[in-house]
Structure formats: C-alpha cells, structure tokens
C-alpha cells in the first residue's frame, strides 16, 4: 500500500503541508495584494527571499495546484505565475491573517480604511478580490485595484 505524502489525515496539517511555511503564504500575498506574476517580482520583495526557496515554493504551489505557471505573454524566456481556484479559495485565510495581524501587530503598515471595509462585509470584499485577481488585478496594485474600485484609496 502506497504512503501518503501527508504526516497525518488532519484538515489543518494538510492546509499546512499545502501553503502552510511562511514564503509560500508571502507568494501569495504577493499576488494577491501587490499582483506579483514571475519570479524577479517575488525576488524584489521586502522579506528577502533566496532564490533556492523562492524556486522551490513555486514548484510546491504549482504542483499543489495553488498556482499556474504559463509564459508571459511578451517575453517568451519569462514565466508568470497566477493563482489557480484552488488558490483563489485561499483569500479568506489571507484576509484573517491580514486582519489579526493588523489587529495585534504594532507596526503593521495596514491601511485602517482596507481593515475597516473587510470587516464591514466579508462576503462582497472576498468576491470583488476572487474577481479581481481572476482578471489579473489586485488588492493595492494597478489601475483596477479592489482599493480603488471601493474608493479607500487616501
């Protein structure tokens, strides 16, 4: 009989051998939040990330079907990553997350006005982002960002 890649059947040991480290939910804050695609975007992020783990998170999430790797539409030698609905099913937690953070973190660079419209109504705020991010857009980032298409932005 085949091993389970899996420590245990638990729900939440699963969710975390899926996304659960700390660089893959940072990858997907980074496109989630900021609409990061490829891998030189992820590299420039403020935490540091090397390269080996940036590689092998990737690989992780895109073999987890949390990611889809596809060539960029202008430059053939570049990947770009894009979050699957697999992935997309994550925002919830990205969004606690975020919140607790906000909540608890002394100096989180949390917008209150984005706080305050996520705790308002969830529901919408969770479908505008799946929309969003779906179409290529995200939370902070771009012309069609869900801050400016609410109107927080300061």
Avoid at 24 to 33: A, K
Avoid at 51 to 80: P, W
């Amino acid at each position: 009989m085949k091993r389970s890649d899996n420590k245990s059947h638990c729900p939440i040991n699963f969710s975390l051998e899926t996304f659960g480290d700390s660089w893959s939910l940072l990858i997907l804050r980074d496109i989630v939040y900021f609409g990061k695609k490829t891998f030189g975007e992820f590299l420039d992020s403020d935490e540091g990330i090397s390269t080996n783990i940036l590689a092998t998170r990737l690989a992780t999430l895109e073999q987890k079907g949390i990611l889809d790797k596809k060539t960029h539409d202008t430059d053939k030698r570049k990947e770009v990553y894009l979050i699957s609905e697999k992935g997309l099913d994550l925002i919830p937690v990205l969004l606690e997350l975020a919140g607790w953070g906000a909540r608890h973190g002394l100096e989180t660079e949390a917008p209150e006005s984005w706080i305050a419209a996520v705790n308002h109504d969830r529901e919408m705020i969770v479908n505008l982002i799946r929309d969003t991010v779906r179409s290529g857009g995200s939370i902070f980032a771009g012309s069609d960002s869900v801050v400016i298409r609410l109107g927080l932005l300061d």
